[in-house]
């Protein structure tokens, strides 16, 4: 008997269906979990140790801070003393704190409170008291003290009120002068800018001298010069007519500046009449810095004008 030509069909889904991509197999709930879990404790950790880096930063910055503000010789020169009521501002000068002699901390304990004084801008000099009525000049960076002490000693009718912020140098002037016997010369830590315009009265100084002071040699870091207009303007606020603005320098680059800005000011007249350098006066000894300078052929050069 012959075979149905019509087969019976097979049942739809009845047979096996090819094999297709392999799904990814799902992990477990509790893997998942888990695996969050160890995520968040790992955010956590580097978020606690972000914050303990921080922390320890600002401990170490308020540290330097409190070093900075605290005097490094009790009753001596404050470390900071305009602190933080003063505005910031470019400033001329560079502190640096240096090793201190035995013998400068010495004459530093003993005589800063006789004869030291902190800028600190809260108050007006009195200077007529604090010389005992002699003419004041004020000296503004004086190195370790050896030509300020000879100058107070050739010169006792004058007295000199001596600025700076170099520690060892300040002990060393106070030990020079009390070693001499004078008692013309103060020594005052701090910005020396901060001292002519909140600390001294119009037409309270005799003089200025500025010996040697930095002279920035790189032409962008020229605005950090002492010797400027705008200074020269607050000076001469401070200066009684007739007063002897005296500048030295061996970087020749700076000495023109000083005299071209002094030449170019109102209120300062040269003391040369070919309107050039003086010669150095007798009252300013040479100095061991000059003395280097001079050694390695550098050209000194003294300004000397007047307040009209």
């Not at 320890?56 to 009521?85: I, N, T, V, W, Y």
């Not at 001294?200 to 930095?214: I, N, S």
């Not at 001469?236 to 170019?264: F, I, N, S």
Request: charged share 25%.
């Amino acid at each position: 008997m012959s075979e149905p030509l019509n087969p019976t069909p097979e049942t739809p889904g009845s047979a096996a269906e090819a094999p297709g991509p392999t799904p990814e197999t799902a992990l477990p709930a509790e893997d998942a979990a888990a695996e969050a879990s160890l995520a968040e404790a790992s955010l956590a950790e580097d978020s606690l140790a972000q914050d303990d880096a921080a922390a320890r930063r600002a401990a170490s910055f308020e540290r330097q801070r409190r070093l900075r503000q605290e005097p490094r010789f009790p009753g001596g020169p404050a470390a900071d003393p305009a602190g933080s009521h003063h505005e910031r501002r470019i400033r001329s000068f560079q502190p640096r704190r240096s090793r201190v002699t035995t013998g400068q901390e010495d004459a530093l304990q003993r005589l800063w409170p006789t004869w030291g004084l902190d800028i600190d801008g809260r108050s007006v000099l009195d200077l007529p008291a604090l010389f005992g009525g002699l003419p004041v000049v004020l000296e503004i960076g004086f190195g370790m003290g050896e030509a300020t002490a000879q100058m107070a000693a050739d010169d006792p009718g004058t007295g000199i009120l001596a600025v700076d912020v170099h520690t060892p140098g300040q002990g060393n002037l106070l030990g020079l002068a009390e070693r001499a016997g004078v008692s013309n010369v103060r020594v005052a830590n701090g910005d020396a800018i901060i001292l002519l315009r909140e600390m001294l009265e119009p037409a309270a100084l005799d003089g200025l001298r500025v010996y040697f002071p930095d002279p920035w040699p790189k032409k962008r870091h020229h605005k950090r010069r002492l010797i400027q207009p705008e200074f020269l303007d607050l000076v001469a606020q401070r200066l009684k007519p007739g007063a002897l603005v005296h500048c030295a320098t061996d970087w020749e680059p700076y000495a023109e500046q000083m005299l071209e800005v002094l030449t170019a000011h109102p209120l300062y007249e040269n003391t040369q009449p070919d309107g050039g350098y003086a010669p150095r006066p007798a009252f300013r000894p040479l100095t061991r810095f000059e003395g280097q300078g001079l050694d390695k052929g550098h050209v000194v050069h003294d300004v000397l004008f007047t307040r009209r």
